[in-house]
């Protein structure tokens, strides 16, 4: 008994988002802060006034009918190799200033607290994609964090490596730090080893970090996230299914200029629209509204263009690891799966509307992942699965707990990592542990087991050399 997403539009609906996104870029058209991109979509066929290109239905359809509906994203460790748009994966946190837990508060974040991140990622049992930017790195100057950020992922993780999207010449240096990890010299063009979460600036432009991240991907055929992030009466229309229009037109723009660059090149399409508060002017995370928005785009993207989604999971606008949190989390993370999406991202230790990332939370949101793979996996319904035999054998008001079917299965029902399910008196005679407190000493432990380094000395320093080079040009 597989589960099935649900269903939150009908088919006409969906088609009506596709149909306006169309007159959209026919109409209004995109603008790409970038000098090649205008020149490259003109050829392939798009309207250019200065770096305003509008694009005919034609040549968006031709481009989705393009992108593939899964790919293979590789790990350094082939054993953590995925299926990007089959079945459902957990991706990191993206974007935090602050880093948070219950020894040392909230602080600003440093270089130290994002490669204790990457360890945890890579000791963790849920987390499947690593890298990113989980937590900002303030005591390292801007034009540079990038390299580093990158060699402590590489130095401390064996599973698949986001980058992230910035100018032509950081985002190459991040590419490259990859492919020297993966041992290859400069080409990524015959495998899928990481993948670059792009985001339009709402309403209808992507910059030129933006621009430049799809072009150097395209050429070197890496899959990228199209992550539009519109606030709903502030960056786009206070009306929900405008704003599912509007963030389905940009997304649209950067799947016709990869394709152009790279035909079949891996897209992710990811909606992350968000409610802007008309009280508080600011961005809200924990509303049902976000993800009933997102719910069109994500229908739409699985039904309709058959491409895999992403989707910011687990976001809250809690400011500590309260009933709030755990109950935003578990609403977002929810809706993501009855969405049917495949990479659950944003959704590892957030609070606060993504300017914190909580190293307990990291661990609590990974049981509400783990609850809900559990649910997606379903029951089985074969034929023992009903066992009839042992109803029989058991009889009228019989004891379940000695038949020898309890003991062969009596291991295999689903646990939870820090919820207590403990009698009463158990759980106080251990010192009545909190579930934060547990948390706590879960991600202490895995601190204290992480390896020195999980690469050899002869690729740290060819890795710690490129840095060194890097820093110079």
Known sequence: MNFKPIQFAQTA???????????????TGVRFHSEAVPDILKKAGAAVDGNVVRFPPAMVNAALAQCPSSYRFSARNPQRDLTVGDGIVMATNVGCIYVEDLDHGRRRGTLQDYSDIQKLYQASPTCDIVGYTPVDTAEIAADRKHLYMMLETLRHTDKPVLCWALEREKICQLLQMVAIAFGKTADLTDVCVTGVGVNPSSPLVYEAS??????????????????????TGISSPIQLPATAVLQNAEILAGIVLVQHIHPGNPVVYMPGGFIGSMKYMNCVMGSPEMMLMNALNLQLARTLYHLPTRSHAGTTDAKACDVQAGLETMQNMMMSLFCGVNMFHLALGVLDAGYCTSLEKMIVDEEIFER???????????????????????????????HKSTRQH??????????IWEPYAKWTAKGSQ???ERANAVFKKRLAAAPLRMIDD??????????????KE
């Open 434 to 436: 909190t579930v934060m």
């Open 410 to 419: 009596c291991r295999t029902p689903w646990e939870p990592t820090v919820s």
């Open 458 to 471: 002869p690729l740290d320093r060819e890795l710690c050399a490129y840095v060194k080079r890097a820093e």
């Open 13 to 27: 609906d969906l088609q009506q988002i596709h149909e306006k996104s169309l007159h959209l870029l026919k109409r």
């Open 372 to 402: 809900l793979r559990r649910l997606h996996r379903g029951i089985e319904t074969d034929g023992a699965a009903f066992a009839t035999d042992v109803i029989e054998a058991v009889g009228v008001g019989g004891m379940y707990l000695r």
């Open 210 to 231: 933006a621009s430049d991240t799809l072009v150097e991907c395209g050429r070197r055929h890496q899959p990228v996230f199209l992550a539009p992030a519109p606030m």
